[in-house]
C-alpha cells in the first residue's frame, strides 16, 4: 500500500505562483509513475501531469502545458508540481497519484493510489 500526502494549495492570485508537493509513505516510491489531477467544482476530473519513475519523461495537458512543471525527488519519496502563470480557471482541487508501472499514465484509471486532495484558488 502506498500512502500520498498532498500539500502546498491555496489562495493566489491570477499571475501567481504555487508548487504543491505530494509525499508518499508505505511502498516503494522510486519504482512507481506518479502524476497529478485536478477536478473542478461540478466537473469531471482532469489530467493535469504525469511523470515516469525515474522523472526522464513528463506529459502535460496541453491547458498547462508552459505554465506547469512535474518533478519528483525520490530521495525523499516526493513529488512536485510546480504551476506558473496561475489563471482562475485552474482552480480546483488537486490529486497526486501512484500507479504499479514505471511508465507514466495518462488516465485516472491507470492509477492505484490516490491522495485526499488540496484546494487551489485563483483569483481574478
Known amino acids: 500500500q502506498v500512502q500520498l500526502v498532498e500539500s502546498g494549495g491555496g489562495l493566489v492570485q491570477a499571475g501567481g505562483s504555487l508548487r504543491l508537493s505530494c509525499a508518499a509513505s508505505g511502498r516503494t516510491f522510486s519504482n512507481r509513475a506518479m502524476g497529478w489531477f485536478r477536478q473542478a467544482p461540478g466537473k469531471e476530473r482532469d489530467f493535469v501531469a504525469a511523470i515516469n519513475w525515474s522523472g526522464s519523461t513528463t506529459y502535460y495537458a496541453d491547458s498547462v502545458k508552459g505554465r506547469f512543471t512535474i518533478s519528483r525527488d525520490n530521495a525523499k519519496n516526493t513529488m512536485y508540481l510546480r504551476m506558473n502563470g496561475l489563471k482562475p480557471e485552474d482552480t480546483a482541487v488537486y490529486y497526486c497519484?501512484?500507479?504499479?508501472?514505471?511508465?507514466?499514465?495518462?488516465?485516472?484509471?491507470?492509477?492505484?493510489?490516490w491522495g485526499q486532495g488540496t484546494q487551489v484558488t485563483v483569483s481574478s
Open positions: 497519484a501512484a500507479r504499479d508501472e514505471l511508465d507514466l499514465g495518462l488516465f485516472g484509471h491507470r492509477y492505484n493510489y
